[in-house]
């Protein structure tokens, strides 16, 4: 386990310094339409990934920048390790084991899609891609899809700080600056309205399960077990409790500089619903509401996100 937080730790460590050497304008670049940070994605991994071939017994976790993924994260990896019946205790810090490969698909080198082949079942991994834009095997072979959204206020809200936070994105010296870049499809990893509309088309299909920060947040205990169940994993109520307890933000926040290194901090900031009520104007607001009635709120995962509940002043 300390091997892999090491190789977690050590990519994120040597992207920052890769991207600390580079102008504000050479930290993306576009692909298919959409900007992703040069020093963790490279076209050449993008063309890989269209041919890798994914197991029927793969878990993933798919979710826009900010939406929660780590937390996530912590909560799949623990279910895993359950499963393969090893011992979880409160004190033992982080994630349960982490596979040597860094679980962002779309992050790594090339070369990173065939040594993911030699890792044992089941692998773990993460994405913030759009479906269209993931390995076609996924869907093929009908692996199961954990679909995690956010009210898209607080995600604007947390991905501005977290901009501010690590050198691979671009900084903003105001909250207006990311904002518009935010709504005019300039931000890492595309349009979160075109990213829940492409996801929407998925989300009735057996092997996808939706989940939303905000209903976690309401009750973890109960979004453990359906996320378990969904998963076909057993859990005693022991083992429910410590899952919940591992990773609540209170544990997470502590134990983030052995999980994420020196950017911690930046990973675990707040983990709070409604944050953006202290960052958005008037203005935004009505902007914000505009494009997602228009584009999102008719659908399913619109109306599965209770806009009106999370995000209306």
Not at 31 to 50: D, H, M, N, Q, R
């Amino acid at each position: 386990m300390e091997n892999s937080r090491k190789a977690f730790t050590d990519f994120v460590d040597k992207a920052v310094a890769a991207a600390s050497l580079l102008n504000r304008d050479e930290l993306m670049f576009s692909y298919k339409g959409i900007l992703y940070p040069v020093t963790i994605c490279s076209p050449e991994a993008f063309k890989a990934l269209e041919s890798f071939e994914a197991r029927s017994d793969d878990v993933i976790l798919a979710a826009y920048p900010k939406s929660g993924t780590n937390w996530l994260s912590q909560i799949l990896n623990d279910l895993i390790a359950i499963s393969q019946k090893k011992t979880l205790t409160k004190e033992s810090s982080g994630d349960a084991e982490k596979p040597q490969e860094f679980p962002y698909l779309e992050v790594g080198d090339p070369e990173k899609y065939e040594r993911m082949m030699k890792l044992p079942s089941p692998r773990f991994m993460v994405t913030h891609l759009r479906p269209e834009n993931l390995p076609t095997s996924i869907f093929k072979n009908k692996v199961k899809i954990l679909l995690l959204v956010r009210n898209p206020k607080d995600v604007a809200t947390s991905f501005f700080h977290f901009c501010n936070g690590i050198a691979t994105l671009p900084s903003y010296e105001t909250w207006d600056d990311f904002f518009t870049d935010f709504m005019s499809k300039k931000a890492a990893w595309g349009c979160y309205f075109e990213y829940l509309s492409e996801w929407n088309k998925y989300i009735d299909k057996e092997n996808i399960m939706t989940i939303t920060y905000e209903e976690l947040k309401e009750n973890p205990a109960l979004g453990v077990k359906n996320i378990a169940a969904f998963f076909g994993i057993t859990l005693t109520e022991e083992e429910l409790q410590l899952v919940v307890e591992r990773s609540s933000f209170q544990s997470m926040k502590k134990n983030s500089e052995k999980t994420h290194g020196s950017f911690g901090n930046v990973f675990f900031r707040k983990g709070g619903v409604r944050d953006w009520k202290n960052i958005f104007s008037e203005d935004q607001n009505e902007k914000m509401d505009k494009v997602f009635e228009e584009q999102v709120a008719g659908t399913k995962l619109g109306k599965k996100l209770k806009y009106d509940v999370y995000c209306k002043a």
